[in-house]
């Protein structure tokens, strides 16, 4: 039996498997845990091949760590999580009845940002040994590499800005997609391997890790929570008053100085900047949309690799302490955290920045200079790294919601947009067949307007600034269609992805395009004498005709605008032409 406790991991109760692999773990110590960063002295990062058989020797030499491989990624290679659990129970890893704080590291999302990957190979490795202290409240698991085909895609020139290591993965995965952009569209099997790892492991807490782009400061570490009014209610609080401050102030205690996330694109930041802000196709974004408390780590790209590696296993040690300690506030926070989404109740699915407040960060830059560009003789930015300096600079953290909606009580999906009923069911979202054909009185929605890209974004053409008309009718409901009741525990990513005006929304990821696109037209000659006689026989069309013409002198003008309006008056026009075909009952 493999030590791979093989498993697709659809419920982790591998009861068997767990039970012949962990009789065979005796301790080895016959095998070298020293890892391929250490080696180099911090100059190299380990290869996949290197990952995965550290991760295998270390579940064969110590029974608190287990490696499980799970479903496909598109390189055709499995996804693993590896778990340190001291108790481990034969029954199921996860079921988790003692009541632990469970966190989920997710590292090599862009393989060139290796350095969470070598970090968690050291953090395992030392709660293994127990030069690491076990904590009593906190389960740890890991992905060693989540995009598995950009780490075999190795180079040591496609990270242009960043310092090390020698050689590195790629940003794009096996078909060239940024997974993280994919975690709502779900274009990759990676994405959905994710899907069933997260609903599986439920995580309380998730790390994501990575490198900055962007400016230059004296920083290795950033962080950059998931947005904490985004992530909402009590919960929301904790993350922005209990969990950065803790992370902040023992990270200083261990001489690491730690800023949020610097986000600027060349220019200084001392004029102040936002915070980013994380919609549901980034990873900690999409991990809020479950309640979970999400941070990603962004070491400095200009700092050597070797510092980098060491803050981020810093910054891990750190908040494994912080769950220890607050594992029993946090997982109450969790439990209540859904009662906020009920029926009726307003959920933002749009924000910007709340320009009435701010918080002022004591910043350790270093001083930007313009200076005439030896190559194009145009300005350019220079920062001096002779002229370090601290200075008070506002950083906006603080959002509202720009458009709020209603939560329904349910929606109702055509049963034909399989596509979409996949993915939500890959998020394990309930939902009802309906036994028969009926009718229900339901809020229909009509674009109104969209926007689009004019180049592909991830493989899509990315619809924003969407909006929609709503009115409430009669709907025909199929048998066969699915009615989704919104009181679940997807509740949040059912909003997201089903209102047209989320940005991530289905709709603006163009999964519902057929709409927006008329099927049948008229011939100008054929519906001018229908058009005719539909006037003659209807005095109010007649009016709103003539003072369209009167308001509008563009329309007055066209004569084919003029058709084209009569006939989308009439019963000839087609009710499907940009109509969403998801409806909402009762909210």
């Known amino acids: 039996m493999s030590h791979h406790h093989s498993s697709v991991l659809s419920t982790l109760a591998v009861t068997v498997a767990l039970i012949v692999s962990c009789s065979k773990h005796q301790t080895k110590t016959d095998?070298?845990?020293?890892?391929?960063?250490?080696?180099?002295?911090?100059?190299?990062?380990?290869?996949?091949?290197?990952?995965?058989?550290?991760?295998?020797?270390?579940?064969?030499?110590?029974?608190?760590?287990?490696?499980?491989?799970l479903s496909q990624t598109d390189s055709g290679k499995p996804l693993h999580l590896v778990t340190f659990n001291p108790n481990r129970s034969f029954e199921s890893e996860f079921a988790n009845d003692e009541n632990k704080v469970v966190m989920l590291?997710?590292?090599?999302?862009?393989?060139?940002?290796?350095?969470?990957?070598?970090?968690?190979?050291?953090?395992?490795?030392?709660?293994?040994k127990g030069t690491l202290k076990t904590p009593e409240n906190v389960i740890i698991a890991v992905i060693p590499v989540y995009n598995?085909?950009?780490?075999?895609?190795?180079?040591?020139?496609?990270?242009?800005?960043?310092?090390?290591?020698?050689?590195?993965?790629?940003?794009?995965?096996?078909?060239?997609?940024?997974?993280?952009?994919?975690?709502?569209?779900?274009?990759?099997?990676?994405?959905?391997?994710?899907?069933?790892?997260?609903?599986?492991?439920?995580?309380?807490?998730?790390?994501?890790?990575?490198?900055?782009?962007?400016?230059?400061?004296?920083?290795?570490?950033?962080?950059?929570?998931?947005?904490?009014?985004?992530?909402?209610?009590?919960?929301?609080?904790?993350?922005?008053?209990?969990?950065?401050?803790?992370?902040?102030?023992?990270?200083?205690?261990?001489?690491?100085?730690?800023?949020?996330?610097?986000?600027?694109?060349?220019?200084?930041?001392?004029?102040?900047?936002?915070q980013f802000m994380d919609s549901p196709r980034y990873s900690t974004g999409?991990?809020?949309?479950?309640?979970?408390?999400?941070?990603?780590?962004?070491?400095?790209?200009?700092?050597?690799?070797k510092d980098r590696v060491e803050g981020t296993y810093a910054l891990l040690q750190s908040m494994i302490e912080i769950l220890d300690r607050d594992a029993e506030a946090i997982l109450e926070l969790r439990k209540n955290s859904n009662s906020l989404y009920a029926p009726g109740n307003s959920y933002p699915i749009q924000w910007q920045v709340d320009s009435t407040r701010a918080d002022t960060l004591n910043f350790k830059g270093f001083e930007g200079?313009?200076?005439?560009?030896?190559?194009?003789?145009?300005?350019?930015?220079?920062?001096?790294?002779?002229?370090?300096?601290?200075?008070?600079?506002a950083y906006n953290n603080y959002f509202e919601p720009k458009k709020s909606i209603s939560i329904p009580s349910a929606y109702i999906i055509p049963k034909g947009y399989w596509d979409v009923i996949d993915r939500l069911r890959a998020n394990r979202i309930q939902m009802k067949e309906m036994r028969k054909d009926t009718s229900i009185t339901a809020t229909v929605y009509h674009i109104e307007d969209y926007?689009?890209?004019?180049?592909?974004?991830?493989?899509?053409?990315?619809?924003?600034?969407?909006?929609?008309?709503a009115s409430t009718t009669e709907v025909k409901v199929n048998a066969g269609d699915y009615w989704i009741d919104t009181q679940q525990p997807g509740v949040r990513f059912l909003l997201e992805t089903l209102e047209p005006e989320a940005p991530d929304s289905y709709f603006n990821w163009n999964y519902f395009d057929a709409i927006l696109q008329q099927k049948e037209g008229f011939s100008p000659y054929v519906w001018e004498d229908k058009a005719l006689e539909l006037l003659n026989n209807d005095s109010e069309l007649k009016g709103r005709f003539e003072e369209k013409k009167k308001q509008d002198p563009t329309f007055a003008k066209n004569w084919y605008a003029q058709l084209d309006w009569l006939h989308k008056q009439s019963d000839h026009y087609e009710a499907s032409h940009l109509r969403y075909p998801i409806?909402?009952?009762g909210g």
Not at 114 to 122: E, H, N, Q, T, V
Not at 369 to 393: E, H
Not at 456 to 465: A, I, K, S, T, V
């Open 451 to 469: 926007e689009t890209v004019n180049r592909p974004y991830e493989g899509h053409y990315l619809h924003y600034n969407t909006e929609v008309s």
């Open 31 to 69: 095998y070298d845990f020293t890892t391929v960063f250490e080696q180099s002295d911090g100059l190299e990062t380990a290869t996949y091949d290197e990952i995965i058989s550290f991760y295998d020797n270390l579940s064969e030499g110590y029974t608190d760590i287990a490696m499980y491989e």
């Open 148 to 274: 598995i085909g950009g780490a075999l895609n190795r180079n040591s020139g496609t990270r242009t800005n960043q310092n090390g290591p020698k050689e590195y993965g790629f940003r794009g995965n096996a078909r060239n997609y940024d997974l993280n952009r994919d975690f709502i569209k779900m274009d990759s099997k990676n994405a959905r391997s994710f899907a069933r790892v997260f609903h599986n492991v439920s995580p309380d807490v998730f790390i994501d890790t990575h490198v900055s782009n962007g400016a230059d400061y004296q920083y290795v570490l950033t962080h950059l929570f998931t947005q904490h009014n985004k992530l909402g209610g009590p919960l929301g609080d904790y993350l922005h008053k209990n969990m950065m401050p803790q992370l902040e102030d023992s990270l200083q205690l261990r001489n690491w100085d730690i800023t949020p996330y610097v986000n600027v694109f060349n220019r200084t930041p001392e004029s102040g900047f936002q």
């Open 369 to 393: 200079i313009t200076k005439k560009s030896d190559i194009t003789g145009a300005d350019r930015l220079q920062y001096d790294r002779n002229q370090p300096f601290t200075k008070k600079v």
């Open 286 to 305: 999409y991990t809020t949309l479950f309640n979970t408390l999400g941070m990603m780590v962004e070491t400095h790209m200009l700092k050597p690799y």
């Open 583 to 585: 409806v909402r009952v």
């Open 105 to 128: 590291i997710n590292n090599g999302i862009h393989p060139g940002e290796s350095d969470g990957i070598d970090a968690s190979m050291m953090l395992m490795r030392d709660l293994a």
